[in-house]
């Protein structure tokens, strides 16, 4: 088992940035594939970004490319995600989730076994 928990979460003007944490423990020694995912205000939830357990593979949705980047220290057992130029449509949920299976930089929901609580972000126009 793993447990993820995200932090950075909060409120921020249209065009400000924001870094959001996901620290994970438990059985972290096993390769994990990272990803965040956002749940607008009553929409689904959808993938954000992606990265391979070595880091060397990111994957982005449009929406994001050139604004956001994902990161990760596996020393620290963290993930990070930088959002930079932030808009009112990036307000949502945002998790983090960890992938045990073999593709490098999941985007499907189901491909991600483990899933942390959520924190919220929120961008005023």
């Known amino acids: 088992q793993v447990q993820l928990v995200e932090s950075g979460g909060g409120l921020v003007q249209a065009g400000g940035s924001l870094r959001l944490s996901c620290s994970a423990s438990g059985r972290t020694a096993s390769p994990y594939a990272m990803g965040w995912f956002r749940q607008p205000p009553g929409k689904e939830r959808e993938f954000v970004a992606a990265?391979?357990?070595?880091?060397?593979?990111?994957y982005y949705t449009n929406s994001v490319k050139g604004r956001f980047t994902i990161s990760r220290d596996n020393a620290k057992n963290t993930v990070y995600l930088q959002m930079n130029s932030l808009k009112p449509e990036d307000t949502a949920v945002y998790y983090c989730?960890?992938?045990?299976?073999?593709?490098?930089?999941?985007?499907?929901?189901?491909?991600?076994?483990?899933w942390g609580q959520g924190t919220q972000v929120t961008v005023s126009s």
């Open positions: 990265i391979s357990w070595s880091g060397d593979s990111t």
């Open positions: 989730a960890a992938s045990e299976g073999t593709i490098a930089t999941p985007i499907l929901i189901y491909e991600y076994e483990y």
